[in-house]
């Protein structure tokens, strides 16, 4: 069975740093494009980061220069590091893994991150 198992979320202030993890199934991990997206009360799930596993990566515009996304094959692991954290960052942070050859992608159970002000 596929597993995405976050962790790292919290409160901070801002200004602070955060940094999330999500272990994944290795089956899956090896084969896929991982992403955070976030979701907001009130508003869509978004990208906010994703690498593939070449290790480029895409980040969205309102978060680059802040966020860092990597992965570490040998632990299964993504990883978002967040720095200079805005209360706009507060969102609940899903993990998802894009697997390729047409398989249906998987999502984490979210972490919350806060970020007061």
């Known amino acids: 069975q596929v597993q995405l198992v976050e962790s790292g979320g919290g409160l901070v202030q801002a200004g602070g740093s955060l940094r999330l993890s999500c272990a994944a199934s290795k089956s899956i991990f090896t084969i896929s494009t991982m992403g955070w997206y976030r979701q907001a009360p009130g508003k869509q799930r978004e990208l906010v980061a994703s690498?593939?596993?070449?290790?480029?990566?895409n980040y969205a515009d309102a978060v680059k220069g802040r966020f860092t996304i990597s992965r570490d094959v040998a632990k299964n692991t993504v990883y978002l590091q967040m720095n200079s954290l805005k209360p706009e960052d507060t969102a609940v942070y899903y993990c998802?893994?894009?697997?390729?050859?047409?398989?249906?992608?998987?999502w984490g159970q979210g972490t919350q991150v806060t970020v007061s002000s």
């Open positions: 998802n893994a894009d697997p390729a050859f047409g398989l249906p992608d998987y």
């Open positions: 690498i593939t596993t070449s290790s480029r990566t």
